[in-house]
């Protein structure tokens, strides 16, 4: 276990190490379960869904002629210095070449963890950062307006400064369109602007400088009720958007035809997120206030109000939504303070009759802190496949993510925290392997970047600050300044 350049403060690290609990069999007694102890740990041989366990070693362990173990000895990490010779010498048979999953064995070893160097900094909070599909542009969206679109193969110069029309409280969620020439972007309002990122114009004035379409999800019969979207999302043929809202419902939005194609009361409470399962584009996933994950079949998404199917588990509201890409998998961030993990084959066509679970105690998560009686509550009824515990969720929609495809086999999950820091977990063995430590407010996003090992945190103190592993330590030579403040990696 390695501390990075300040002390260790066993304060900084919240109620608990962190700790994965599985799930097998929904509708068992989960009560009286304990806080786990420090450093605690399930091995992965041990996680009871054998299905996504053996998806993410096929993803990103070695060849199994590296892992052979020598008699008498103790299993160790294959080294990369062994598998550098294995391949020189074709010692997996591939006429000297590494499979992806070896790729992404040695990758995934390199976590974005030395640094930070800023990228960044303004003056208001700091709700969205995103890098786009193939990693060259990187978008951030302030509090106070400001949507900034960086180019990052050209030392993260300011492409695109976007001052954000018609906005109300904050910039909610951005969406880069798959041939990454418009973004769109949403706030506590019906309308949606869209703004040309290929354009000439560095300074994007919403009607003064460039124009700013309005994508109007209200209608008639919302009788004048105004309503916020909290999470907004192209399709995948980029003719649609998605979005979800405070008006319980999720809506989308016909490009080509420049109107709302559909909308329906998917939670009972305000929907925080949106995404799609895989890129079909048929299967979209939401949760909502409601502490619901439901499934949309789009196959069947007209002319009812209906899932395809729910999962039960969060305690709390559900924050975010990121899908693994597979149609399978996603995980979701709660106001429980857990990310879960779900296979849609668990979900049922309606949520148990009583799926909430009685408390006794009074909590606001926009300003209070999560009751330490909660901490060890578990939903009996629960469908999730794993939980991860470490982090906070408190005050904001904080995000979650799997760790890019490309570079680890996302072996990890990684997510921002109200305590500041972001956190990252090993997928399998629900291990905390890093915590990142800079910022002075709450961490609402974070992203890794989709083929190097990059990772751009963004804070309620306006900093975006970079982590990455350079090959001896060194700034990288796009970086600005670098600012130090504590972070552990494990």
């Not at 994965?20 to 041989?45: C, K, N, P, Q, Y």
């Not at 820091?421 to 970047?449: F, T």
Request: with cysteine.
């Amino acid at each position: 276990m390695f501390f990075g350049p300040s002390e260790f403060d066993v304060d900084d690290m919240g109620y608990a190490m962190s700790r994965l609990e599985t799930e097998s069999d929904a509708g068992r007694d989960f009560s009286g379960v304990g806080s786990s102890s420090s450093g605690s740990h399930i091995s992965s041989e041990h996680l009871d869904h054998d299905d996504i366990n053996q998806i993410t070693k096929l993803k990103s362990s070695p060849h199994q002629r590296y892992s052979r173990v020598v008699p008498g000895r103790h299993e160790l990490p294959v080294s990369t210095v062994r598998m550098l010779a294995g391949r020189e010498s074709n010692f997996s048979g591939r006429g000297g070449r590494f499979s992806a999953a070896d790729c992404c064995h040695m990758l995934s070893r390199y976590l974005p963890v030395k640094g930070p160097w800023l990228v960044d900094q303004m003056n208001s909070r700091a709700y969205v950062s995103q890098f786009s599909t193939d990693g060259s542009l990187f978008i951030a969206g302030f509090q106070g307006s400001h949507i900034r679109i960086y180019n990052v193969e050209k030392g993260w110069k300011v492409q695109k400064d976007i001052l954000a029309k018609s906005l109300r409280w904050t910039v909610t969620d951005t969406s880069l369109s798959p041939d990454q020439r418009n973004l769109v972007y949403a706030s506590m309002s019906p309308m949606v602007h869209i703004v040309d990122v290929g354009s000439g114009t560095t300074e994007s004035h919403a009607n003064v400088t460039e124009i700013h379409d309005g994508l109007d999800f209200s209608s008639d019969e919302d009788g004048g009720y105004s309503f916020g979207i909290f999470s907004v999302k192209f399709s995948t043929d980029g003719r649609e958007l998605v979005a979800g809202s405070s008006d319980e419902s999720i809506y989308v939005y016909d490009l080509e035809a420049n109107k709302v194609s559909l909308r329906t009361v998917a939670h009972t409470s305000d929907v925080n997120t949106v995404c799609f399962a895989d890129e079909s584009g048929n299967l979209i996933l939401s949760g909502g206030d409601d502490n619901l994950c439901k499934v949309w079949d789009r196959r069947c998404f007209i002319g009812r109000d209906k899932a395809a199917g729910v999962l039960v588990g969060h305690l709390e509201g559900v924050t975010f939504i990121d899908s693994r890409g597979d149609g399978r998998y996603f995980i979701s961030n709660g106001k429980d303070q857990t990310i879960k993990l779900w296979d849609i084959r668990k979900m049922s066509s309606t949520p148990p009759a009583k799926h909430d679970v009685i408390r006794n105690y009074e909590w606001d998560y926009r300003w209070m802190e999560y009751p330490p009686e909660a901490r060890d509550l578990k939903h009996p009824f629960d469908q999730s496949v794993a939980t991860y515990k470490g982090h906070s969720v408190l005050r904001t929609l904080i995000r979650c993510y799997f760790s890019p495809s490309h570079s680890t086999g996302q072996k990890y999950i990684y997510t921002g925290s109200n305590d500041s820091s972001v956190y990252i977990y090993d997928l399998v063995s629900g291990d905390k392997v890093a915590v990142l430590k800079h910022h002075s407010s709450p961490v609402r996003d974070c992203n890794w970047h989709p083929h190097y090992p990059t990772l751009i945190s963004s804070s309620w103190d306006g900093d975006l600050v970079k982590w990455e592993f350079p090959g001896r330590g060194e700034a990288p030579i796009t970086s600005k300044k670098r600012v130090r403040r504590r972070h552990l990696y494990y």
